[in-house]
């Protein structure tokens, strides 16, 4: 091994390091929200007993280079949603990235296209669904500082999928992954299934 391949393993285990610290403190201070602000979704009466959310182990290997396609007709999407409705979306950026040994695509949506201010959307399941984490799918959502351009590559970070609020209260009512959005593959990284 050359110093420059060994300066370079250094330098991404301090990234890597510095990156689960952060990861660990955001999820410190979502968990604190959850148990003690008036608009956490975990119903009142399971507050006091609360004390954190389940989570997969920190995997800096689960934040992934994906390459960019984008929809300059967006299509539209419908989403059936946990209390029998539909929302509609239109599907705005499809992203390739590599994981678990295989190729996989993800759509990314919005309802207003035109507003840069509202995050990529990107809800999906995968083989933990149901079983390790919620049974509706996981979210992502991406807040990129301006237009993605075609063959661009972003970060997708599944260290930060979440479980949508309708998981612990039926109050909320939350869209559904549609099937394009089903990864075959299981992403053992961010939000566990909650119970109280």
């Known amino acids: ?117 509202e995050p990529i959307f990107v809800p999906f399941r995968d083989k933990t669904t149901g079983q390790e984490t919620y049974r509706g799918g996981r979210y992502l959502e991406l807040h990129p500082a301006g237009e993605l351009d075609d063959g661009e590559t972003v970060t997708l970070d599944f260290n930060l999928a979440y479980t949508p609020f309708c998981a612990f209260s039926e109050t909320f009512e939350c869209p559904l992954p549609p099937e394009e959005n089903w990864l075959e593959a299981a992403v053992r990284a961010g939000e566990k299934s909650w119970r109280p």
């Open 1 to 117: 091994m050359t110093d420059d391949e060994d300066e370079t393993i250094e330098e991404n285990a301090a990234t890597d390091e510095d990156y689960v610290s952060e990861l660990r403190r955001n999820r410190a201070e979502k968990d604190d929200f959850f148990g003690s602000h008036p608009q956490s979704p975990i119903p009142p009466e399971h507050r006091d007993g609360f004390d954190g959310l389940d989570y997969f182990a920190p995997a800096p290997e689960h934040r992934v280079d994906a390459t960019v396609e984008t929809h300059a007709d967006p299509e539209p999407v419908p989403m059936e949603t946990t209390a029998d409705n539909e929302v509609r979306y239109v599907r705005v950026v499809t992203f390739e990235f590599g994981l678990a040994g295989g190729t996989h695509r993800l759509h990314g949506y919005k309802q207003r296209p035109e507003d840069e201010e």
